[in-house]
């Protein structure tokens, strides 16, 4: 299977084309992460989360040693989830920004939406790269209906992969995770609020409904 990847604006290599950022989230993975959202993901799932970001049009296009700095200025983060928006359409990218991030000790999530199996049979050669850095890999598409307890999960036919020794699968019953919610408001010093985690599709369009004042 040939995975189309990094179309436009992901070029030079080490720039990454970023649908956003937090510096710090409790429902991104084990532990405090920043959490960086890329642009562009071919797979469209019927009821993806994230649909604003999977056209592949340009949006912040940032040097990947650039957003390295900037995280790793941050101060009481355990590691960094790559998620989108499809992290594999930018492995390069995403290879070389996780390989930094973890020389100074960050661990590494990387989201999905491709199975295992698409990601060996893959033939860009950076999903290898991308997967050396990943100490986590939560895989597989959106499946709507396919409920999950799980709050790394969207549902219940992904897989959580753990490729490095930083993070441990996390068990049912035992999950690392603090926070017991799955989903989390970040309000900026400008007012921008970013929603992140996996709501029910009930609560968000009630909160829909609410900013609406229907
Ligand atoms: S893989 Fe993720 S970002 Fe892409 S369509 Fe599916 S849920 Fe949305």
Known sequence: MVIPNNNPGCRPIRMLNLAGFLGKSEVNGPGTRAVVWVRGCPIHC????????????????IPVDELAGTILSLHGIDGVTFSGGEPFAQAGPLAALGERLREDGLSIVTYTGYTPSQLAAGDDPAIPALLAVTDLLIAGPYVAGLGEADPLKGSSNQQEISLGMKIAIPKRGAFLHPACSRIEFSIASDGTVTTTGFPAPALVEQLESRCRGA
């Open 46 to 61: 019927p009821g993806c989360f994230n649909e604003q970001f999977q056209p592949f049009s340009p949006a912040t296009l």
